[in-house]
């Protein structure tokens, strides 16, 4: 087999670890297409119930989009005027609406008097303002402005009430909004820059990839964090928030403080020579910059690196902390895990200055080789190592929640693998690319670091092996590990 059928077939292995991420049939969706697919919507059970498009929507609102369960409720009432009662769009007492001109109960003014079907009058100009501040506030189903009266009131009603212009497009624009929340299948793109929605065919968890180019989680919009859920996502961020706070307010120990502020702050001390050092690259294997000490240690838990190499420092010692109070050894296990945290995003972040770095390595190899095709390993390599690292940081919050068992230990197993890859690849492509000429990089790259013998890849290989699926069942979250094996599947159910 030639070189170049060689990278062909390397060039598939990596196509298809990315088609699993994403799903073909997701449709990105712009306002106006939104639109129309909420229109075609209500077009569609306005022919079975035979009532006015606004009222039609109210009623899709309520059912979050699913036509068929909106049927369901009105089919199980042979009363059609019962189910609109029921779904607060007429009142109870049918009265005919009024128009009359009296005091407004509201402003105290002589004017002529609206209202609706439940026949709570005021004057058009308390209507304009009640209806105005609704919409301001991203409400788009609205209640009659009388306390108690939970009566909707219709879409047409609403344009009628409020004149201005620019306020029935905020009014559209909130509909449109609204319809998108309540709808499980779609979801807007989290980047400010942009205004499209998502259109999924499945509901699960997992990554979507925007055409703006913005990666996010289905289910919570946050950047992608598997193997931890969406929950534990959250139960994290608010810990990590109360460390912060901690940190800068100074309630409860300050020897935990100081060690928070440890952990939050860019500089840690050389264990050797005690000179400042601040990170600059995402490699945590650190080089004192004093010439007289050059001391060499891992930047996770300052042991010496002559000792430590790439070996694991990711499990917690539980034991050495099995003599002190309780609460002393959980919040020494939170630090240990935040610190990890913390310090792998850091790298996520001082990582991307790689893309330079290697852009400029590139032009050269380019030049020499006069191929664009012979340059793409590199970019790949930084690809994949920053999405490898993403993975490490949250495998560190997953790691902070898990019960201690044996499929803890398999999972630190997993752990370890991929955090010894990350820093192994990191390493090389921060310190060691200038060093070999083409060939020989490419032979490293690809053959080392990204690949094993059997031609695997081996970064997505220890992250597969870690990507954790939840789901919800009655009461409690369950976590599945999905391990594939070369040439078996297996899978793991741990429940927390
Ligand atoms: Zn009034
Ligand atoms: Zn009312
Ligand atoms: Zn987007
Ligand atoms: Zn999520
Ligand atoms: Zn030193
Ligand atoms: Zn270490």
């Known amino acids: 087999m030639s070189s170049d059928e060689e990278d062909y077939g390397e060039e598939s292995e990596y196509e298809t670890d990315e088609i699993e991420m994403d799903d073909d049939s997701d449709k990105f969706l712009t306002p106006s297409d939104l639109?129309?697919?909420?229109?075609?919507?209500?077009?569609?059970?306005?022919?079975?119930?035979?009532v006015n498009a606004g009222v039609c929507r109210l009623l899709l609102q309520k059912f979050k989009w699913n036509k068929n369960s909106l049927l369901d409720k009105f089919y199980e009432n042979p009363d059609t005027n019962e189910f609109l009662t029921k779904s607060n769009i007429i009142p109870c007492k049918l009265e005919p609406i009024g128009s009359q001109s009296d005091e407004c109960e509201i402003c105290c003014m002589e004017s002529e008097l609206v209202g609706l079907q439940c026949n709570h009058l005021a004057c058009r100009e308390c209507w304009t303002h009640y209806l105005s501040e609704r919409v301001k506030a991203d409400q788009s189903e609205i209640e009659c402005m009388t306390t108690d009266c939970?009566?909707?009131?219709?879409?047409?009603?609403?344009?009628?009430?409020?004149?201005?212009?620019n306020l029935k497009n905020s009014f559209d624009r909130v509909t449109i909004n609204n319809y998108v929340e309540a709808n499980p299948y779609l979801t807007w793109c989290p980047a400010d820059y942009c205004s499209k929605a998502v259109k999924v065919v499945n509901t699960g968890t997992r990554l979507i990839t925007c055409p703006c180019g913005t990666i996010f989680c289905f289910t919570c919009?946050?950047?992608g964090h598997d193997p931890v859920s969406c929950r534990h996502l959250k139960l994290w961020q608010k810990k990590c928030e109360e460390v912060k706070s901690k940190a800068t307010t100074g309630d409860g120990y300050s020897s935990d403080n100081d060690t928070f502020k440890w952990i939050l702050s860019n500089t840690k001390d050389c264990p050797q020579c005690l000179t400042a050092i601040e990170k600059n690259g995402g490699c945590n294997r650190i080089l004192c910059r004093n010439k007289k000490c050059m001391f060499e240690f891992c930047w996770l838990c300052m042991k010496s690196w002559a000792l430590h190499g790439y070996s694991p420092c990711n499990t917690?010692?539980?034991?050495?902390?099995k003599n002190r109070v309780d609460s002393r050894a959980e919040l020494l296990r939170l630090?240990?895990?935040?610190?990890r945290f913390m310090e792998h995003d850091r790298s996520l972040q001082l990582e991307k200055k790689l893309v330079r770095t290697v852009e400029t390595q590139m032009e050269k190899i380019q030049?020499?080789?006069?191929s664009w095709t012979e340059t793409q390993f590199l970019r790949k390599a930084v690809d994949v190592l920053s999405e490898c690292r993403r993975t490490l940081k949250f495998t560190y919050a997953f790691a902070y929640y898990l019960e201690r068992n044996n499929h803890a230990l398999l999972f630190e197993t997993n752990q370890k693998d991929l955090e010894m890859a990350v820093e192994q690849l990191s390493g090389f492509l921060e310190k060691d690319l200038e060093n070999d000429d083409v060939a020989t990089l490419k032979q490293k790259v690809i053959h080392r670091v990204l690949f094993e013998s059997d031609g695997y890849y081996k970064l997505f290989y220890f992250r597969f092996k870690i990507r954790v699926a939840t789901w919800n069942t009655v009461a409690r979250f369950s976590w599945i590990i999905v391990l594939k094996e070369t040439s078996r599947t297996s899978i793991i159910i741990h429940v927390l």
């Open 335 to 339: 630090q240990f895990y935040l610190n």
């Open 221 to 223: 919009g946050n950047d």
């Open 367 to 370: 030049d020499l080789t006069k």
């Open 316 to 321: 917690f010692n539980e034991d050495a902390e």
């Open 35 to 50: 639109t129309a697919e909420m229109n075609l919507a209500i077009t569609d059970a306005q022919s079975i119930l035979q």
């Open 150 to 165: 939970k009566l909707l009131i219709p879409d047409e009603q609403i344009k009628k009430f409020i004149c201005d212009e």
